[in-house]
């Protein structure tokens, strides 16, 4: 099948069109940054990254003016919601990143933002949404979850912005792909930190658009990974769910349409486990004086294992939200 072929046969597959896309760019222009793509360079490392990609690239996500790339969906969708709508305020459920992407773009737009946060959320990120202005309600996290499923809160009138199964928020998330062609044509693999499927899917869509020939990766945390379970049982299941540093990505399941998603655009899931997490923010603090978080540093790791391949690969550090007290143990 000639490239042209294969493309349009993602193309006309995919959820997020890549129009869509191109108007997602335009949208948040003047909210998000186009971020640095910059080298690693993993082939001078030593035991245990022998098998790590000859080129391997950052895309610095973390450096978003909220420290996340959930500032794009965020801005993306708001920016397509009826003004009337979103005078009564808007709402979603989020750990800490989409929370604060919706609260940034509510404090630009003068609208009220409430958050539904899990109490394993980190205090770091909880202030940093009410720096900018939001509501914060912290629920269990089982209900949390349920905020998801539901798309409202019992007592808010508030038009609600789902942290990943939303279209507009995936086109947003898919202009990191845009960028990441435009940096480097010939890449080879890219791997994505999956938390619900948003940055995942919205990013694969674009390449499996442009360039089908890219291998596309997810990465999970041992702790929680279901993505990894529903690929091995070919659908979604409940697995075992343990808070930990890695706190913005990994939960309990994975919603049904977007394992539909994923199963057309990825080629798996990879999962690293919580100490290759935290050598993956240390050697990138080391080398690219760089901070990401936890989920950043599963993207990272993984691509560093040469699970992705040998050759030209990137890795999405997805934020650099992470509490430095936190941080410095973790790496110390």
């Given amino acids: 099948m000639g490239a042209h072929a294969a493309s349009l046969r993602y193309y006309v597959k ?3 069109q890549l129009a869509q896309v191109e108007a997602a760019r335009r949208n948040i222009a003047s909210v998000a940054l186009r971020t640095p793509l910059v080298r690693c360079y993993a082939e001078r490392y030593s035991k245990p990254y022998t098998e790590a990609p000859s080129e391997l690239y950052l895309k610095l996500e973390n450096l978003q003016p909220i420290g996340s790339f959930k500032i794009r969906g965020a801005a993306n969708v708001m920016a397509l919601t009826p003004p009337n ?3 009564r305020g808007v709402l979603t459920a989020s750990a800490g990143n989409m929370a604060q992407g919706v609260a ?7 609208i009220a933002a409430t958050i539904i946060a899990p109490d394993t959320a980190p ?3 909880i202030r940093a949404v009410e720096r900018l202005g939001g509501r914060v309600i912290q629920v269990p996290f089982a209900e949390w979850w349920n905020t998801f499923e539901t798309r409202m809160y019992p007592g808010i009138d508030a038009t609600f912005i789902h942290a990943f199964d939303d279209l507009d928020v995936m086109a947003g998330n898919g202009v990191i792909a845009l960028e990441l062609l435009e940096d480097v044509p010939d890449l080879d693999a890219v791997v994505i930190p999956w938390g619900g499927g948003g940055l995942s899917c919205g990013i694969a869509a674009v ?3 442009l360039a089908p020939r890219v291998r596309i990766y997810a990465a999970e945390v041992e702790t929680a990974a279901p993505l990894a379970a529903a690929f091995a049982a070919g659908q979604p299941c409940t697995v075992d769910y343990k808070p930990s540093f890695v706190d913005g990505i990994g939960s309990k399941t994975v919603f049904r ?3 539909e998603h ?6 798996g899931s990879l999962v690293v486990t919580l100490d290759e997490a935290a050598q993956a923010m240390k050697l990138v603090a080391e080398r690219n004086r760089v901070i990401v978080e936890g989920a950043a540093a599963c993207a990272i790791a993984a691509a560093l294992s040469g699970r992705a391949g040998s050759a030209k690969v990137a890795a999405i550090a997805s934020g650099g939200n992470i509490d430095l007290d936190k941080f410095t143990h973790l790496v110390g």
């Avoid at 940034?104 to 003068?110: E, H, N, P």
């Fill in 14 to 16: 995919m959820p997020v």
């Fill in 85 to 87: 709508r979103l005078q």
């Fill in 104 to 110: 940034f773009c509510a404090q630009r737009m003068g």
């Fill in 123 to 125: 205090a770091t990120k």
């Fill in 207 to 209: 390449l499996r658009a």
């Fill in 257 to 259: 349409n977007m394992f």
């Fill in 262 to 267: 994923a199963r057309k655009v990825l080629d």
